[in-house]
């Protein structure tokens, strides 16, 4: 199913509201970014936009306000924000008229959004995969941490993301963005 462009400018308005108060200068761009990967993967893999790309927009609405922090922050961080972000999301798609079914797959998507393994539905597998393309885009996302911590995120997310790409469209996307990632880490002045 299509996602209304109207509907889009609100979801995405709505969720931009949200995001200012989460990681600065990361939420944002990071967001705008799963969705583009997302639309990418729609286009090759199938799926209904109106559940996905809505997901993408809502899926990191719920974590804390974080400015100057480190890699062990941001992994604390991660520990509610996708429990918020379900809810933030049930909220606001109440007041767009989406269906009981519509948000309650939503809700489940961003809940889970995080967790890589045991994933048994396409759903599950293109947000898992937007989002981690997105979250090594550095030449679209900047990373907000110093050198030494972005190298630990990216060895975090090579052990925790990395493996679980499944899609033709993932695993070959994955490959492109992954060189980026290390060449950007290895021209890091």
């Known amino acids: 199913m299509k996602l ?3 509907i889009e400018k609100i979801i995405k308005e709505e969720s931009m509201k949200l995001l200012e108060k989460c990681k600065v200068n990361w939420d944002i761009p990071h967001t705008l970014d799963t969705v583009k990967w997302m ?3 729609i286009k090759n893999e199938g799926g209904n936009e109106k559940i996905l790309i809505t997901t993408m927009y809502l899926h990191d609405t719920g974590y804390p306000y974080l ?5 062990s922050e941001l992994i ?3 520990e509610n924000h996708a429990t918020i972000a379900a809810e ?8 767009l008229n989406f269906t009981k079914k519509e948000i309650a797959c939503i809700a489940h998507l961003i809940k889970y959004h995080d967790k890589h393994k045991n994933i048994k539905t396409k759903d599950r ?7 981690a393309l997105a979250k090594i885009d550095w030449y679209i996302v900047k990373p907000n941490l110093d050198k030494a ?25 994955i490959k ?10 290895a021209n890091w002045k």
Not at 67 to 71: A, G
């Open 76 to 78: 604390k961080s991660k």
């Open 176 to 185: 492109t963005i992954l060189s980026r990632a290390e060449n950007y880490l």
């Open 39 to 41: 639309k990418k993967l």
């Open 67 to 71: 400015k100057n922090y480190n890699f």
């Open 125 to 131: 597998q293109l947000v898992m995969e937007a989002d």
């Open 88 to 95: 933030n999301a049930k909220y606001i798609l109440n007041k």
């Open 4 to 6: 209304n462009p109207k």
């Open 149 to 173: 911590n972005t190298q630990k995120y990216f060895d975090y997310y090579k052990k925790e993301c990395l493996p679980h790409f499944k899609t033709q469209t993932g695993k070959k996307l």
